[in-house]
Every structure is written in C-alpha cells, then in structure tokens.
C-alpha cells in the first residue's frame, strides 16, 4: 500500500527495483500478491486510470514537440480546457526554473533541463503517485546533487507520495523517508533512512547502506567463566548488555563481527569517552577526501578492511599502523542466517 510520502526502492542492478516500479504503474502483470493505492487495489486496473504519473530513466520527451508541447500533451488527451492547461504548465513550470525554456525542443536544452521537464510533465498531472526510475542517473556528479535538492523541495511542496527507484545510496539515504531494500527479487527490510543505517536486518542491509562499506569479521562466541566473547582472528569483543541478553545460548557459534569504518580511528586522535580496543594493520591505499582519510587496510590472510581516519592521520601506504577499534559500536550476524543477532 502506498501510505508515505516518498519511498525509495533501493538495491544493487537487476535487483527487481524497476520491475516492482512497471508493476505499480501497470506496465507488468502482477502474478500475485496485491497493489493498494491509497484505498484502491489496482490490480486489475490498466495504467490510465492508476492516477499515477511516471519520470523514466532517458525521460522520454517527445523530439519534434517544444517543451510547452511535451508538458501539455498528457492534458490534451485528457480533454481538459486550454486555460487550465495554460495555467498547470505555466505553474509546474515557474515552480522548476524552466519557465524560458516552453518554446524550445528537446535537443535544445542540457540534461538537467531534459530531466525538468519530465518532472513538469508528471506534475502537470497533479497525480496522487509519482514514480521516478533513476531520473538522475543521467546527471553528471554537480548536476545531481543539485536536483537531489530540488526533487525534495518538489515532494515537500507537492505533499505528494512519490516512490523513487534508485541504486544510489545516497539518493536513497537523503531523499527517502522510507526505503524499501531488494536484493535479488526479494524484500530485505523497508525502514527509515536512519534505522537501515543503525539497526539494519541482515547482512545484507549492512553491507550495502553505508559508504565505505561495513567491515566484517568471521568469528566465533566463547565463553570464559562469566564472560561471553566474540573472537575473530584480529581481535576480541566483550559481549556485554542487550548484546549479552541475545547471545547466552549461542557461545560456541559462529558469527559475522560487523563494524562500520567510521567506528575505526587511529589511536593517536580517538575521540574522549571510547572504549577501544587496539589492533594492528597494514596501509594498502589511501583516499584523502579532504575532511577525512580513507584507508585500506590489510592484516594478511586475505583479510582486508577499511577505516575512516581524521585528516590529521600521517598514514601511507606501505606503513603498518595502530587503530583503537569502539568496542560498542559493532553488528552481530549468525555467520550461517546471516541475520542479525544483536
């Protein structure tokens, strides 16, 4: 059902993000299972009468007709008066900047402004769904940004619910307030931006939210006397606290350590109040970003990790160094299941 406001389908190429978006919009027959929107199932309904207005990947203007043209021609089909649709376009058109650009076609006007007036095509609609297929990927990495922007003022604006397929994490994570993850056809977990990123599902979601990605660590749960540890090769983790509720009948098992690289400092600027725990790695790459270090980091054993390090870090590659890991910030996964534990 589509409740919210502006969900995000988000997952890696060929996931099946596109195909559930066609299936919405009834270009796809739905093999079961039921579309709801707002109160209405929409199974059985052709794609005219979904109320739904859709902004394809290669935006899909008409060449031979002006801007104004490929705007209207959706409310031309619809029978409305020519006033009305002077005035819908006009409107769409003020509220995207493009309001100089009715008269010209599409090979005239950039990527940016193409993207636009797909968008103001939707709008002109006034739909009660917007569903957007990787509207930005034909952006270059400015361009992009900047109609982020501009698409989350358009939703807070409109009111309206848009479900947006993209497999751009940062897309996802700065304009869903819902994010639906798909991994090979199926449904991993639908949650807010922030509780995919703090409390993700499997190890899967953990993975894949997140840039650099989440480190992970195979290992296993060991009791000793009263304590409950999770030993990996690199280090040891005191199991204590809700973590310790969820594992009492689990030591002896194997598990997956997930810690993400910004929970990885180096030990000379750990920030006051972490408990840390010391490990040693060798510097294989590293990515200045200016604001902070990126670094690649190897233990041997094929075991490669990455850390986020302050910019006032002296790493370089070939340097082995020693980081002070948070020994409460990390993910639990049953290493078979690879579902989260604790």
């Given amino acids: 059902p589509l409740s919210l406001p502006a969900r995000k389908r988000f997952g890696p190429s060929g996931c099946g993000k596109t195909t559930s978006l066609r299936m919405l919009a009834g270009l796809e027959s739905v093999t079961r299972g039921e579309i709801s929107i707002g109160d209405r199932c929409v199974n059985t309904l052709p794609a005219k009468d979904r109320d739904i207005a859709m902004v394809f990947q290669s935006y899909a203007l008409y060449p031979h007709m002006t801007v104004y043209e490929n705007m209207a021609f959706g409310l031309q089909l619809r029978g409305l008066p020519t006033t009305d649709i002077q005035k819908r376009v006009q409107s769409a058109a003020t509220q995207l900047g493009i309001e100089g650009l009715l008269h010209r076609k599409p090979k005239a006007l950039s990527g940016g402004q193409r993207q636009r007036v797909a968008v103001g095509r939707a709008i002109v609609r006034e739909p009660a769904v917007f569903l957007m297929d990787e509207p930005l990927s034909n952006l270059d990495a400015k361009l992009r940004v900047q109609a982020r922007t501009e698409l989350s003022k358009l939703h807070q604006s409109l009111s309206a619910t848009f479900v947006y397929v993209t497999h751009d994490q940062v897309e996802a994570m700065t304009m869903g307030t819902r994010i639906a993850v798909l991994n090979a056809g ?17 190890r899967f979601v ?97 075991l490669d990790f990455v850390a986020r390090v302050d910019r006032r870090s002296p790493v370089t590659v070939g340097q082995t160094i020693r980081l002070a890991m948070d020994s409460e910030q990390f993910h639990l996964f049953d290493a078979k299941t690879e579902q989260l534990i604790a």
Avoid: H, W
Avoid at 186 to 197: F, G, I, M, R, S
């Fill in 206 to 302: 953990a993975g894949f939210i997140g840039s650099p990605a989440m480190n992970f660590f195979e290992g296993t749960l060991q009791k000793e006397g009263d304590r409950l540890i999770a030993r990996t090769s690199l280090f040891e983790l005191p199991i204590s606290g809700k973590r310790l509720r969820a594992c009492q009948t689990r030591a002896g098992s194997a598990v997956t350590v997930g810690i993400r690289p910004e929970n990885l400092y180096d030990c000379n600027y750990v920030p006051p109040g972490i408990r840390s725990i010391p490990i040693k790695a060798s510097v294989s790459v590293t990515e200045r970003m200016g604001s902070e270090i990126v670094a690649y980091l190897n233990v041997g054993d094929g």
């Fill in 186 to 202: 199926e449904l991993q977990q639908v949650d807010t931006p922030q509780n995919l990123y703090d409390r993700p599902k499997n």
